[in-house]
């Protein structure tokens, strides 16, 4: 998948890279794994209770259920537990704050009239499918994250709205690693490994690490700034 941090889009596809030390052990970029169909189902108001309202839109609780199983999946797929208390305690806070960033950006983008761009779409699902060696190995990956190949192309056209609303909305022009910090980084990482290959082997890497995390923050401080001219109300 793609390494971009603009939008919310989870790296459930991507072949794991050797370098594991420059993995962002994030579960949320900006807002993990939107599954389309819950989103419409939260527009049209759902079956059951509502888990939380924002700005007077509810979000069901058919819809965090099947968001939380996700995240369970995937935390699963890691060779992690997602059936300790500690762990359930985590999964559900982390759903429904995914679930209300989701929808508070979706609802921003809608506002303005933000389509989903096809063409890009096709694009990202042609790019994801194309590293793996067939189609077994990609609907396999796609499975262990909870999609189908249709949830995951819906997937990708509700993160492409996000993704052009927060680029008009964020500017990460100066989200750039410095000099200083990339040696900073790779000295941490050779520490704790003494298997890391010489900087200059990995240097783009670590760059490209800083830049992510430093686009992370931009893009946090944004959705805070949302939220705080939002009215949000958690039920659970």
């Known amino acids: 998948m793609s390494e971009e941090t603009i939008g919310n889009q989870p790296e459930v596809v991507k072949k794991r890279s050797g370098l594991s030390f420059f993995k962002l052990f994030v579960f949320i970029v900006i807002v993990v794994a939107i599954v389309v169909i819950g989103y419409f189902v939260m527009k049209q108001g759902g079956i059951g209770k509502a888990v939380a309202v924002v700005n007077g839109q509810k979000i069901m609780r058919l819809v965090y259920d099947e968001r939380y199983a996700q995240l369970a999946s995937i935390i699963t797929s890691q060779g992690q537990s997602a059936t300790t208390t ?3 305690a985590a999964i559900k806070n982390q759903t429904l704050d995914n679930l209300v960033t989701e929808t508070l950006l979706l609802q921003a983008a809608d506002k303005e009239g933000i389509k989903t761009d ?23 990956a796609l499975t262990a994250q909870g999609y189908t190949e249709s949830t995951f192309k819906e997937f990708l056209a509700k993160d492409n709205i996000i993704r052009q609303y927060l680029t008009a909305h964020v500017d990460l022009s100066s989200a750039t690693a410095t000099k200083e910090e990339v040696e900073a980084l790779y000295k941490q990482a050779a520490a704790n490994d003494k298997t890391v290959p010489p900087l200059e082997q990995v240097r783009a890497q670590v760059e490209n690490q800083i830049n992510q995390q430093k686009q992370q923050q931009l893009i946090s401080n944004f959705i805070q700034q949302l939220r705080a001219s939002s009215t949000i109300e958690t039920l659970i």
């Open 86 to 88: 500690e762990a359930q």
């Open 118 to 140: 096809e063409k890009a779409v096709d694009t990202a699902f042609t790019q994801n499918k194309s590293q793996f060696p067939d189609e077994a190995e990609f609907k396999k």
